[in-house]
C-alpha cells in the first residue's frame, strides 16, 4: 500500500496507521503524540494532538474525509494523501488541542522534575500559545500517597491513560487505574493501595508529563545538569539496559532507554530503576546521544571526554586542592557548609 | 633633479625648522606669556568635568547591574524555586544550587513547595552580566543597584557567595510590603 503524507510517499503494511507510517518516514512531519505508545496495545486516540488531515481518502474512494483525523488510530488506505505539518488546518487543530490540554495543567515547570524532558512542554513550546486565555480557577486534587517510589501529581495529569495501559499489560494484577468522570476524572490506585509490582515504575518512563515521577530522584537535580548514560547489568527480572543519570560520579536516576519519540526501547524493573544507584552496580557503555535542540545538550558532550595532560606543574593547571572543593559540589556534604556549620534554614528565614 | 630618501616626506608633513634670531620684542617673551595665560584663564569659565564627590553623585545608568539579591514576596517567603534555569543561563557557569522540599511547617518560609536549600553564586566567576535575572520564572534573582559589586577578601572561599549575603533581608521585605500597600 502506497501512502503519501505530505508529498513524501512510503510503502506500508495493510494495517499501519498514518502516525506509523509517517515516523518510518520520518523528520518534521511527524505528528506529535501524547497518549499514543507503540509498545502499549490500545493506546492512542485520547488526546487530539496527532490530528491530520487526510485530502484523499485512497485510490477507490478518493474524496477527502471532512474531519481531521487522529492518525494515530486511522488506519492507512492505498493511494491515502495525507497532510500534516503542511496544513494550516492541522496547525490551527494542534493550537486548539495544546490549549486545551494546558487548561487544567498547573504552571509549575520550576519546581517540576519532568521538566525538560516534558512532551507537553515540548508540544506547547511548538504549537502553544504563549499567553493563557483560561481565567478559571484549574482543576486541582488532594494529593495523594501512592507509594514510597512514586509520586502522583494529579494536578499535572492530562488524562492520556498511558500509565493505566502499563498497568493493565505489565503487571499482572491491576492496582491503580482512572477513577470518576468528566472533569473529575483522575487516576487513583482505588483505595490508596501502594503500587508494589516489580514493573510498576514504568509508569514514570510512559508519562508524558509530570504526573508520574520518581520519589528517589525528587527534587535532587533538573534534568540537563545529569549526564545520561547507557549501562546494563544483570537483572533476572529484566532486560537490565537502561539509561543512568549522573551528577558527577552519583548516578541520581536510573531510566529505561527513550527513542527519539520519548518511548522506552524496553521496559526495566522497579529493582533497576529505584534500589541500583551505586555505579559498581552498573557496567556503563558510555554516553547517550540526545537531540541536538535538546535542554541536556546544555552541558553538551558527544564524544567521550579524555582528560588533556599537559607537562606543566599541576598547581598551574588546577590550581590549590584546596580551592577544589567547593567548585565541585559533589565533595560537598550538604548538610554541612564549608565552614562547618549546619544550614540553618530559619536563619535566613 | 634627484631626490634622495631622506627629503622625501613620508607623512606629508615636513616642515623646514628656521634658526632666524629673536627680535627684542620676542625675546621678552610678554606676547607669549599673555597668550599663554589666556587659554589658562579661559578654562576657568568652562564647564567643568569634575564634581564634588561624595557631596555631588554621578547619574546612574539604568542599566547598571550590582551585587545579586535573591528576592522574597510581599509575606516574606522566598520566592526561588531552585529551578536552575540562572545556573543554565549563566555563561561563567557561577550559580550553584541544591533543592530541597519544603516541610508542612516552612510555608511561611518559601513560596513553593521546592526551595533552593543551598544557592551559591561564585563571585570569582559572575561577569554581572544580568542573564541569570532574565532567565528567572519566579522573579527570584535581581541585580541590585548595589554600588559594592564584591567586597574584597583573602581566601577564595569568601567570594563563594551563599543564601546568608544572598537572600533579601526580612526586615527589607517588610519595608517592601509596607510601601506597597501605602501606595
Request: charged content about 30%; proline content about 4%; glycine content about 6%.
Amino acid at each position: 500500500m502506497k501512502v503519501t503524507i505530505d508529498g513524501q510517499s512510503i510503502e506500508v503494511e495493510p494495517g499501519t496507521t498514518i502516525l506509523q507510517a509517517a515516523r518510518m518516514i520520518g523528520g518534521e512531519l511527524v505528528p506529535p503524540a501524547m497518549c499514543y505508545y507503540s509498545k502499549l496495545k490500545g493506546s492512542g486516540g485520547k488526546c487530539r494532538c496527532c490530528l491530520v488531515e487526510v485530502s484523499k481518502g485512497s485510490e477507490a474512494d478518493p474524496r477527502p474525509m471532512p474531519k481531521l483525523m487522529a492518525s494515530c488510530v486511522t488506519g492507512c488506505m492505498d493511494g491515502m494523501e495525507v497532510n500534516s505539518k503542511s496544513s494550516p488546518r492541522v496547525e490551527e487543530a494542534r493550537k486548539s488541542v495544546t490549549e486545551f490540554l494546558l487548561i487544567n495543567h498547573p504552571l509549575d515547570c520550576p519546581v517540576c522534575d519532568q521538566a525538560g524532558e516534558c512532551d507537553l512542554q515540548n508540544l506547547s513550546f511548538e504549537h502553544g500559545n504563549p499567553k493563557s486565555r483560561f481565567i478559571e480557577e484549574k482543576r486541582t486534587f488532594e494529593p495523594e500517597d501512592i507509594g514510597p517510589n512514586i509520586q502522583l501529581h494529579m494536578n499535572r495529569c492530562i488524562l492520556c491513560q498511558r500509565c493505566v495501559q502499563v498497568a493493565d499489560q505489565l503487571t499482572d494484577n491491576r492496582v491503580h487505574g482512572v477513577m470518576d468522570r468528566g472533569d473529575h476524572a483522575n487516576i487513583s490506585t482505588c483505595i490508596s493501595k501502594a503500587i508494589d509490582n516489580e514493573f510498576s515504575g514504568n509508569m514514570i518512563d510512559v508519562c508524558p508529563v509530570g504526573a508520574l515521577t520518581d520519589k528517589t530522584f525528587r527534587f535532587k537535580s533538573r534534568v540537563w545538569f545529569n549526564k545520561p548514560y547507557n549501562a546494563h547489568r544483570d537483572c533476572d527480572k529484566c532486560c537490565g539496559k537502561t539509561t543512568v543519570w549522573m551528577f558527577g560520579g552519583e548516578i541520581q536516576r536510573v531510566t529505561g532507554r527513550k527513542d527519539v519519540y520519548h518511548e522506552v526501547e524496553e521496559f526495566i524493573c522497579n529493582g533497576c530503576r529505584f534500589d541500583h544507584k551505586n555505579v559498581e552496580d552498573w557496567t556503563i557503555e558510555g554516553p547517550r546521544e540526545f537531540e541536538k535542540d535538546s535542554v541536556i545538550n546544555q552541558n553538551n558532550y558527544t564524544q567521550k571526554l579524555e582528560k588533556v595532560e599537559i607537562a606543566t606543574e599541576k598547581l598551574i593547571l588546577e590550581g590549590r586542592d584546596k580551592d577544589h572543593k567547593k567548585i565541585s559540589m559533589a565533595e560537598i556534604d550538604y548538610n554541612e557548609k564549608i565552614d562547618g556549620n549546619l544550614i540553618d534554614s530559619k536563619k535566613n528565614g | 633633479m634627484s631626490t634622495t630618501i631622506q627629503n622625501i616626506s613620508l607623512s606629508g608633513r615636513k616642515k623646514e625648522v628656521s634658526h632666524k634670531e629673536m627680535s627684542f620684542l620676542e625675546s621678552l617673551y610678554l606676547v607669549a606669556i599673555v597668550k599663554g595665560l589666556w587659554i589658562t584663564i579661559r578654562h576657568f569659565f568652562r564647564k567643568k568635568v569634575t564634581i564634588h564627590y561624595p557631596e555631588q553623585v554621578r547619574q546612574m545608568s539604568p542599566v547598571y547591574r550590582g551585587q545579586h539579591m535573591l528576592k522574597r514576596d510581599e509575606q516574606g517567603r522566598e520566592n526561588c524555586t531552585a529551578c536552575g534555569l540562572c545556573a543554565l543561563s549563566c555563561p561563567a557557569e557561577a550559580i550553584t544550587m541544591k533543592a530541597a522540599e519544603r516541610k508542612a511547617d516552612e510555608k511561611h518560609l518559601y513560596r513553593e513547595e521546592k526551595y533552593a536549600e543551598i544557592y551559591e553564586i561564585n563571585m570569582l566567576r559572575c561577569i554581572f552580566c544580568g542573564l541569570c535575572e532574565e532567565a528567572c520564572p519566579k522573579d527570584a534573582i535581581y541585580l541590585t543597584t548595589s554600588k559594592v559589586l564584591v567586597p574584597s577578601n583573602y581566601e577564595r572561599e569568601d567570594f563563594i557567595f551563599g543564601k546568608d549575603k544572598l537572600v533579601m533581608p526580612l526586615e527589607m521585605a517588610m519595608k517592601n510590603a509596607q510601601l506597597k500597600n501605602a501606595n
